[in-house]
């Protein structure tokens, strides 16, 4: 079953305009992880929020996190064509597994 | 350092035929993981490793084996497969799943006819 549920499914932007995706998950968890994938490719690590932050800053990429409706959100700022790629949120509960659950992710074109 | 690395990139198998896929990773990692791809799927856990010698399974197991003989190496194997078993496999591994991320490999395109 899928814990995270990223929204939307797909967006398209101008470039230099900002993008925001939403992840929302359903049990208590120990940390959320967001990952982009570019076509054909494998996954790569953006950045991590554990769950006693709220926010966090990487460059253009901003993480936002909120324990008590289950969400996060990731804002890309002054997109360019380079980020066009799939998003996918990651969770790892606190119920002791050691296994990340992974979204289905959301579909981000910048158009040039 | 490589990362993590698979073999092969893609393969076209016929129903009831079996392969194994190869991960391997020069980062020292002890957590290993299989997973695959389906489109509108996100990723879905095989099996996983926490260690050289040790495996576990994931969510969607059935239909594949892994072995874990050395801490570089992960092995997934089909042994009879399945058109079901069409997708993109990615292999992954980590230092340890609680406070670390993840790092993948490019992905195997599998295709059972």
């Known amino acids: 079953s899928q814990q995270g549920e990223e929204d939307p499914q797909a967006l398209s932007i101008q470039e230099g305009e900002n993008a925001t995706m939403n992840c929302s998950y359903k049990?208590?968890?120990?940390?959320l992880q967001w990952y982009r994938q570019n076509s054909g490719r494998g996954l790569v690590h953006l950045i991590l929020?554990?769950?006693?932050?709220r926010e966090k800053h990487s460059g253009r990429l901003r993480v936002t996190l909120d324990t008590s409706k289950k969400s996060s959100s990731l804002l890309i700022t002054a997109s360019r064509a380079a980020d066009t790629a799939s998003y996918f949120c990651?969770?790892?509960?606190?119920?002791?597994?050691?296994?990340?659950?992974f979204g289905t992710g959301t579909r981000l074109t910048i158009i040039p | 350092n490589a990362g993590v690395t698979q073999t092969p990139k893609f393969r076209v198998l016929k129903t009831g035929q079996s392969m194994t896929l190869l991960c391997a990773q020069d980062?020292?990692?002890?957590?290993m993981y299989w997973y695959r791809q389906d489109p509108g799927m996100g990723l879905r856990l095989i099996h996983y490793?926490?260690?050289?010698?040790?495996?576990a399974k994931g969510e969607v197991p059935d239909g594949y084996n892994v072995s874990r003989l050395k801490k570089q190496n992960f092995l997934l194997g089909l042994e009879s497969a399945a058109p079901s078993q069409t997708s993109v496999y990615f292999c992954?591994?980590?230092?340890?799943?609680?406070?670390?991320?993840?790092?993948f490999g490019p992905g195997t395109r599998l295709l059972v006819l």
């Open positions: 990651a969770t790892l509960s606190n119920f002791g597994n050691e296994k990340l659950t």
């Open positions: 049990t208590s968890i120990n940390n």
């Open positions: 929020i554990r769950s006693n932050e």
């Open positions: 992954a591994s980590s230092y340890t799943t609680r406070q670390e991320t993840q790092y």
């Open positions: 980062m020292n990692h002890e957590y």
């Open positions: 490793s926490v260690g050289e010698g040790t495996t």
